[in-house]
């Protein structure tokens, strides 16, 4: 009888050393497998190439800006025309939006001189200078004719944050959004106060929304979250905080943390959420949508959309998240429709 509890309790105390083994190995291949994942994660936001390549490749574009604006400085002694007018764009790019935009078009790691003529490329994408002359006779005190020519000299600067949509497949686009929002979990690779970093606040339009506009609670609360972001980037992509946002990336998170829960939407599926509302009904509250703001795949979704604050304005996420006065002949020419969100 003896002999035979020993034999059980001996039976028990194995199969226990077996299942407290078992446990071990299945805690130590979850832990491998939530280490490759966060290892993965890590990964896909880390800039993968070498510091002196990408400090390379940022000084080879400045380089390109330096020499633009002294063309631009030196235009009318480098011409020959009778009278000049410019109407320039401020020259400049965020470094991280270059770094992370020749990384993902390029699909991982590169050195310099793989990038040359990407980053050439990049630069005529980004800045257009046209030149227009117009020339007319003219004629002197006497009476005689003589030609005159006016030059007017014209940069427009597109943005560099701008040109993901365009060069990028969505794979590529989600990897450029993963370096925008850790910034390659190298901050310290362009430091603030050196460069225009991600993160730094932008000058932006203020405007005093209408206190009456604010006895509409729900209005007061959504206007209260989108303040706090006012001069923040816009970051193709982006959607929180943390990585500043785009467009539609601002308008959901404003919404989802003053009263709704609609997760992180496009700016045609938030034109889908809402109740269409014409001009003479919209709002304070209401979003506003518009079409053709890039050259989207359907030119008849929304590209853009911002949240209507009453008095002809919207708070959106341009360059950057600002104010803007809907009257504009820009988005009077692009204007879709606005829409009313449903009850949170």
Known sequence: MNF???HKKGISIVIGLFFCVCLLLNCMSSCSVLAEGLLSSLGSSTFPNADEDMLGAEAA??????ELHHDLDTYASSHDYDEYSFDLDEIKHDPYVLISLLTAYHGG???LPDVQGTLSMLFDRQYILTETVTAETRYDDAGNPY???SCNVKLRNSDLSHLP???LDEDGMNLYANYMATLGNRPDLFPIGTYPHASQRQDYLSYDVPPEALADTQFAAMLAEAEKYLGFPYVWGGSSPSTSFDCS?????VINHSGWNVGRLGAKALC???TPVSPANAKPGDLVFFLNTY????PNAPTHCGIFVGNGMMLHCGSPISYANLNSPYWQSHFYTYGRLPAP
Do not use: I, N, R
Not at 61 to 66: F, G
Not at 249 to 253: I, Q
Not at 295 to 298: G, I, Y
């Open 295 to 298: 050259d989207a795949p359907d």
């Open 109 to 111: 790691t590169w050195t």
């Open 4 to 6: 035979v509890w020993k």
């Open 272 to 274: 889908e959420l809402c």
């Open 165 to 167: 949509v365009y060069l």
């Open 61 to 66: 574009y400045a380089a390109m800006e330096a």
């Open 147 to 149: 030609a005159w020519a």
């Open 249 to 253: 990336g601002f308008v959901s998170w």
